[in-house]
């Protein structure tokens, strides 16, 4: 398996101007990281140049380009945007040298019925694979939201939309907030995880950071290893399964996300089989 970062993982850092991607590839290169996960949220296209230029010169890859589609629009035009959104980021994915993109399905949305707006998603991707599989690239769609956050209703929508390029990308701590046991849910997408999202959450009574789950649990983010996530039993069965792509870190606790990020990828190669 290959150890990748998530620059989401320092967003604070780049939303503050404290860091930009050129400044997360020298971390990353630093703590011997050689791919990351670029956002299309904290990437602009006259960006696009210099970054290549430094992860060549370091001898560094793009891992996934990350985008934030959402399919759940009531207006057919909107949904039609989502579309060429995905079709441009499919292009500039290619430019970067990236094989995936991390896509969403959509936020739920007050006065849209939730049958309406699954087959809205359905629709979206399917009208968008044949252009990934012409450019020889992978949408990995996110268990993430009402739509798509259990690992049935990601199986479900990989089966409807049918391609080798519409596969999933399981975020480990994500299934918590469906209610879900991770290393559960990673079994059941065993044959369609193409990327994974490597993080760690635990249990918390109250937290203005939190996440809360289906069931009104409350989660905040952690250093990995340091959660309820079963991280080293997923690497063990991702394994045993013959998986052997990408474990993209991407931290989301309350503390330092240097030091914290720094200390969830040694903890991350610690058990990379």
Not at 239 to 244: E, F, G
Not at 247 to 263: A, F, M, N, Q, V
């Given at each position: 398996m290959k150890l990748s970062v998530s620059i989401w993982s320092v967003h604070e850092k780049v939303y503050n101007k404290e860091m930009d991607n050129i400044d997360f590839i020298s971390f990353c290169h630093d703590n011997g990281v050689k791919y990351v996960e670029l956002l299309d949220n904290f990437l602009s296209v006259k960006e696009i140049k210099a970054v290549k230029a430094n992860l060549k010169e370091r001898k560094m890859e793009v891992s996934s380009y990350s985008i934030n589609n959402d399919f759940v629009q009531s207006k057919k035009v909107d949904r039609e945007k989502q579309v060429n959104y995905i079709k441009e980021s499919i292009e500039i994915a290619c430019d970067l040298g990236a094989k995936y993109i991390r896509v969403f399905s959509g936020e739920e949305k007050e006065g849209i019925a939730f049958e309406d707006a699954k087959q809205w998603i359905i629709d979206g991707f399917k009208?968008?694979?044949?252009?990934?599989?012409?450019?020889?690239i992978t949408l990995v769609i996110e268990n993430h939201g009402l739509f798509v956050g259990k690992s049935s209703q990601v199986k479900d929508l990989i089966n409807a939309v049918s391609s080798l390029n519409f596969k999933s990308n399981a975020d480990v701590a994500n299934f918590l907030l469906a209610d879900e046991k991770p290393l559960d849910a990673i079994k059941n997408l065993k044959d369609h995880i193409r990327f994974v999202h490597f993080k760690d959450f635990k249990q918390v009574s109250s937290g203005k950071n939190g996440y809360r789950s289906l069931s009104g649990k409350m989660y905040e983010g952690t250093v990995l290893g340091k959660g309820e996530v079963p991280l080293k039993e997923i690497v063990e069965f991702l394994?045993?399964?013959?998986?052997?792509g990408f474990?993209?870190?991407?931290?989301?606790?309350?503390?330092?996300?240097?030091?914290?990020?720094?200390?969830s990828i040694e903890y991350v190669r610690s058990i990379i089989l």
């Open positions: 009208a968008v694979v044949p252009y990934a599989e012409e450019n020889d394994h045993a399964n013959s998986y052997d474990l993209s870190i991407e931290y989301e606790g309350t503390g330092d996300p240097i030091i914290d990020t720094e200390e």
